[in-house]
């Protein structure tokens, strides 16, 4: 429950990255807590609200999910409009989505809103045992274009909470 007084935030939220690196389950972890193994590809509600209370102010957030649009790896501009902030998602076991990851940030940019808060996600880290891509890697990218980072398992819940509760507090300190 928001304290009387709290500011309440809408913020519109879009995840980008490609498929399979684990957007949805990443959604479905933070709204529902739980964790599908063979979670479906498509889904048919790709819109979540989620709401996050951090000291400054409450955060309600809209979450974009993509319903498969992004095996195209170009999403409709008004996927974009409006959003305050995104997360892009890369696969930690699979370089090329890391590869991808970088394409999607410079999307992003072309959106052309400077106060876009943006997070690069290296999802799936409980495949340690598989990685490809060193943390090391994705914090020097994130760091040279502004973007919180962090490496999370939406399977193990690892990190998960902690990356939407440090994009709150980077909307709430921000606005
Ligand atoms: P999306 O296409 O980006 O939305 O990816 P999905 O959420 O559909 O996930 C693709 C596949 O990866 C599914 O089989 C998920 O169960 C699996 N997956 C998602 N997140 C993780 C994770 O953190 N660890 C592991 N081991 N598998 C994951
Ligand atoms: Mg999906």
């Given at each position: 429950m928001a304290r009387p007084g709290t500011r309440i935030i809408q913020a519109k939220l879009v995840l980008v990255g490609d498929?399979?690196?684990g957007k949805t389950s990443l959604v479905l972890r933070f709204v529902k807590g739980q964790f599908f193994h063979?979670?479906?590809?498509?889904?048919?509600?790709?819109f979540f609200t989620q709401i996050l209370s951090v000291s400054e102010a409450t955060v309600k957030f809209d979450i974009w999910d993509t319903a498969g649009q992004e095996r195209y790896h170009s999403l409709a501009p008004m996927y974009y409009r409006g959003a305050a902030a995104a997360i892009v998602v890369y696969d930690i076991s699979t370089m090329d989505t890391f590869a991808r990851a970088k394409k999607w940030v410079q999307e992003l940019q072309k959106?052309?809103?400077?106060?876009l808060v943006m997070a690069l996600v290296g999802n799936k880290s409980d495949l340690d045992s598989k990685r490809e891509v060193q943390v090391e890697e994705g914090e020097e990218f994130a760091q040279e274009n502004g973007m919180l980072f962090m490496e999370t398992s939406a399977k193990t819940a690892e990190n998960v909470n902690e990356l939407f509760y440090e994009i709150a507090k980077k909307l709430a300190t921000a606005s």
């Open positions: 498929m399979g690196t063979h979670q479906e590809a498509t889904i048919g509600a790709a959106q052309g809103n400077p106060k």
